[in-house]
């Protein structure tokens, strides 16, 4: 079974940076869609991002412009820079990735999970 396996978040004032990291836990997969999603307490789990192996990328409304997805497709691996941070960017994001074309819905791998916190 594919897992993704997520890398960063973190704590950081409002106004700040961080940068998310993910990669499958096994090369023995064929990858064409990697994104994430987030979930705040109390609150249901919600796209952010994605990005096809082709480069197109797709945005939630309330984080075009301060977010940044990018992934290298020799590794596999994707990124998701955040900057602008504000607090109600505060959740748990979670790494996806599929085989086919996907953008808000409908992802066959998943992580476990990474705390993000954006304080006042």
């Known amino acids: 079974q594919v897992e993704m396996v997520e890398s960063g978040g973190g704590s950081v004032q409002a106004g700040g940076s961080l940068e998310l990291s993910c990669a499958p836990s096994?090369?023995?997969?064929?990858?064409?869609?990697m994104g994430w999603f987030r979930q705040a307490p109390g609150q249901e789990r919600t796209f952010v991002a994605a990005i096809w192996e082709s480069g197109s990328t797709f945005y939630a409304d309330s984080v075009k412009g301060r977010f940044t997805i990018s992934m290298d497709n020799a590794k596999d691996t994707v990124s998701l820079r955040m900057n602008s941070l504000k607090p109600e960017d505060t959740a748990v994001y979670y790494c996806?990735?599929?085989?086919?074309?996907?953008?808000?819905?409908?992802?066959?791998?998943w992580g476990q999970g990474t705390q993000v916190t954006v304080s006042e």
């Open positions: 096994t090369r023995a997969v064929s990858i064409y869609t």
């Open positions: 996806v990735a599929d085989p086919r074309r996907r953008a808000e819905s409908d992802y066959d791998y």
